[in-house]
Structures are given as structure tokens and as C-alpha cells.
């Protein structure tokens, strides 16, 4: 039998430092004694990128993105032979690549770089010469972009691949692109939580650890979980069916598993309460009711590249209407110079706008086909004397604004609710459908 192929990653955190790192080569030489061959990506150490970024700035207030993207590799490149020389120095063969020397491509977008595709020809060369492969994530090289070279010239005249980073978080996105395209039995994301919770623990006192939680779930979680795992990291296992592991790097213990979930009917059918403070509201008061105005209000916030999450239009009344919309509270700012124009342009009375709100979500799959899960929420909130802003759903999630100064609150009331302290078993569940 060949040996199993385990893709492990650590991040930032976990390679804070000479001394963790050690700790981690440590914990690489066991994996290794199991008789396992192991791909390690690594994140940059402890805050290297903000520092990176924060020395940027002080040079100038707007670099160049490819100079950026270049100076932001340089932290997994740091972290990534230190390892290798920690595992060389405990007598393991040990080798670090940068993102362009594993194979990794990517569609060049510099800042935000999606992977596009990986030749693992180095990798499994490495891996087969007996090394533990260390790869530095969070990169890769853009195919050769042509862009300013005379359309008759060969594609080979000149060397244009550059380096591109995947975006924060995006050593995880790495990790599993690699286990993805090396087939590998495991794909391990080391962390400094055990696990993914049933809601943030340092709200919820009884959160609980969850064993499994489906791809779909996870993604609306990661608001909750956003500094647990990159969004895209989710999508991709979920696209090419890896299951992901989140544990801790600094105890051993069972962590939580990211896979289609085969007991998802049997299991209570919120599987957690997400909570974000990231949010402001935005309301425009008395909008003509006329064909086109949404578009005159979103178009432009779309193009200036602002995320709007839950839009609420009332029904007209009068000719006009009202609606509010919430966006991330870090681009209220620039929302309201795009949109105090259009009060004239448009004919709408009144802009008014609340960054005191907050986002609370109850998540499971299987929420949409069972009855009374959206009436126990709001009869929760009602309970507690919570006003509910605004409403949105979708398959697997129901989400409200609210105050923000009452979101501990909410969250705590949801969780105990739902009965989310509980351990999940069958019986719980259909106690709780009852
Ligand atoms: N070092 C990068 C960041 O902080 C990538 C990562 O940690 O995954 O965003
Ligand atoms: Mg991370």
C-alpha cells in the first residue's frame, strides 16, 4: 500500500516565532513516524503581512500592486525555509518552494489572485526523493500575461509570469488546492482554536465544538469562523470533495470536520449562530417606485466595488418606496459619497444610515423544509425585548439586524433556544423538531 499523502497547514500563529516553529517541526517529525508523506503550507509568521502592508504605507499611500504582491510573498517565503531548516536541523529531508516553484498558477489579479491551476510534477519529485515538502502559501505565479507586448511577437519573447497572492487567509485556499490536485488522503488546517463552534465561544460560555459541519454551512458560518478559514478555501474542498480538518496546533485534540455531512437529516437543523458587527444600514427614504432605480442606486456601488448583503424594498405606496440596504460598516464612508448624488439625481428625499447594527444568523442545512425554525427565532428575539431591523433568508440560514449593543444578547438567547449546548445526537433532534 502506498503511504497515505497528509497536507497539513499552519497558520500564522502557529509559526509565530523561532520557538513555534520548532514545536511545529516537532509535530511534523510525529505525523511523519506514522509512515505518512506530507505536503506543509505555511502562513507567514504572526503579523508579517500586516507589518509588510503597514511598511507599504508608510512609503506611499497607494503602491504599486505588483511590488505589493512581490513584498507580501517574502512572509510565507521567511516562515516556509525556516521551517524546512527546523525539520533539517531534527534530521528530516526537508525542502521549502515558494508558490511558483510548487507548480501553483494563478489568473494573475494581483491582491486577489484565484489559483488556476497546479502542476505538481516538483512536488511529487520532492515527496518521492523522501522529503517533507514545505510550500509557501498564500501565492502563486500568473500565466504569462502578455499585456503590452506587440501581438506578432512569440508568447516566449518575453517572461511576463509575476507573482500573485490569493487574498488574506489565502494559505488555506492553497492547502486545499494541493491536496485537491495531489489526491491526498488528508488535508489538515492547524489553527490556534480547536475547532469550528456552535457560536463564537467567548459570547457563548457552553458553545460547543462541532464534530462535522457541512461545506455549505461552513461558508455562512465564517463570518463567525472568517479568521478560522478563508471562504474560498471552503468552496474549493467543496468543489473537489476534499474534507478539511480544523484543529489545534497547540494541544491534541479531535478538531472539526469539513465534509458533506451523511447525518445532516438526523442532526438538530441549526448547527450554529453567526454574528457580525461588520455592518451598517443604509436607507433611502421615499424612492420613486419607477423601473430602473435600483439599478441607478446599485450600479454605482457595484462598480466602486461595495459589497451590499441584504436590500429590503417595501411595497410602494404613493409613487414611492423605501429601501434600505446594509453594506459593510467600513464602506459606509464611501457608500454615502457615491449615493448623496443620486438625492437629486434620483428624486429621493432622505439618506439615512445606522452603523450601530449588527448581523445575526441562525445556520443549518435543512432549515428551509422544516416549519417553525424562523418563528422560534423571532420568538426569541421578541422575548428578549429585540428589535428585528430587517430579515433575509436563504436555504440554510435566517438572518436579522439588530441594535448591535444587543448582539451578545441575541446570540446568547439564540444558542439556548436551539438547544445548541446539547450534544448532537438523534434524539436530541427530534425532540427538538417537536
Ligand atoms: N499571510 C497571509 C495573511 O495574513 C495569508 C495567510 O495567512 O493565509 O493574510
Ligand atoms: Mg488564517
Not at 458533506?260 to 438538530?268: G, I, K
Not at 448582539?407 to 449546548?421: D, P, Y
Request: hydrophobic share 45%.
Amino acid at each position: 500500500m502506498p503511504a497515505p499523502l497528509v497536507v497539513m497547514k499552519f497558520g500564522g500563529s502557529s509559526v509565530a516565532g523561532a520557538e513555534r516553529i520548532k514545536r511545529v517541526a516537532r509535530r511534523i517529525v510525529r505525523e511523519r513516524a506514522r509512515g505518512s508523506e506530507l505536503v506543509v503550507v505555511v502562513s507567514a509568521m504572526g503579523d508579517t503581512t500586516d507589518e509588510l502592508l503597514a511598511l507599504a504605507a508608510a512609503i506611499t499611500d497607494e503602491p504599486d500592486a505588483r511590488e505589493l504582491d512581490v513584498l507580501l510573498a517574502t512572509g510565507e517565503h521567511q516562515s516556509a525555509t525556516l521551517m524546512s531548516m527546523a525539520l533539517q536541523s531534527l534530521g528530516v529531508p526537508a525542502i521549502s518552494l515558494t508558490g511558483p516553484q510548487a507548480g501553483i498558477t494563478t489568473d494573475g489579479r494581483y491582491g486577489k489572485a484565484r489559483i488556476a491551476g497546479i502542476d505538481p510534477r516538483r512536488v511529487r519529485a520532492e515527496l518521492a526523493a523522501g522529503k517533507v515538502v514545505i510550500v509557501a502559501g498564500f501565492q502563486g505565479m500568473s500565466v504569462a500575461a502578455l499585456d503590452g507586448l506587440e501581438a506578432t511577437e512569440p508568447a516566449s519573447a518575453v517572461h511576463t509570469a509575476e507573482i500573485t497572492t490569493l487574498g488574506r487567509g489565502g494559505s488555506d485556499t492553497t492547502a486545499v488546492a494541493l491536496a485537491a490536485q495531489l489526491g491526498a488522503d488528508r488535508c489538515q488546517i492547524y489553527t490556534d482554536v480547536k475547532g469550528i463552534y456552535s457560536a463564537d465561544p467567548r459570547i457563548v460560555a457552553d458553545a460547543r465544538q462541532l464534530d462535522v459541519v457541512g461545506y455549505e454551512e461552513m461558508m455562512e458560518l465564517a463570518h463567525q469562523g472568517a479568521q478560522v478559514m478563508q471562504v474560498r478555501a471552503v468552496e474549493l474542498g467543496w468543489v473537489n470533495d476534499v474534507v478539511i480538518e480544523v484543529l489545534s496546533s497547540f494541544e491534541d485534540a479531535p478538531g472539526t470536520q469539513i465534509r458533506e455531512d451523511p447525518l445532516v437529516e438526523q442532526r438538530n437543523k441549526v448547527r450554529g449562530i453567526a454574528h457580525d458587527r461588520n455592518v451598517a444600514k443604509v436607507t433611502l427614504v421615499d424612492v420613486p417606485d419607477q423601473p430602473g432605480v435600483a439599478r441607478s442606486v446599485f450600479g454605482p456601488l457595484a462598480e466602486q466595488g461595495i459589497n451590499v448583503d441584504m436590500i429590503v424594498q417595501n411595497v410602494g405606496h404613493g409613487g414611492a418606496t423605501d429601501l434600505s440596504f446594509t453594506i459593510p460598516r467600513v464602506e459606509l464612508a464611501k457608500a454615502k459619497r457615491i449615493l448623496e448624488p443620486l438625492i437629486r439625481d434620483l428624486g429621493f428625499r432622505d439618506m439615512t444610515t445606522d452603523s450601530a447594527v449588527a448581523k445575526v444568523s441562525i445556520v443549518g442545512a435543512g432549515i428551509h423544509n422544516a416549519p417553525g425554525y424562523a418563528a422560534r427565532m423571532f420568538g426569541t428575539l421578541a422575548d428578549a425585548g429585540i428589535n428585528i431591523e430587517m430579515i433575509s433568508t436563504s436555504e440554510i440560514r435566517i438572518t436579522t439586524i439588530i441594535a448591535e449593543d444587543r448582539v451578545e444578547e441575541a446570540v446568547r438567547s439564540l444558542h439556548a433556544a436551539f438547544q445548541l449546548e446539547q450534544p448532537e445526537t438523534v434524539e436530541a433532534a427530534s425532540a427538538l423538531a417537536g
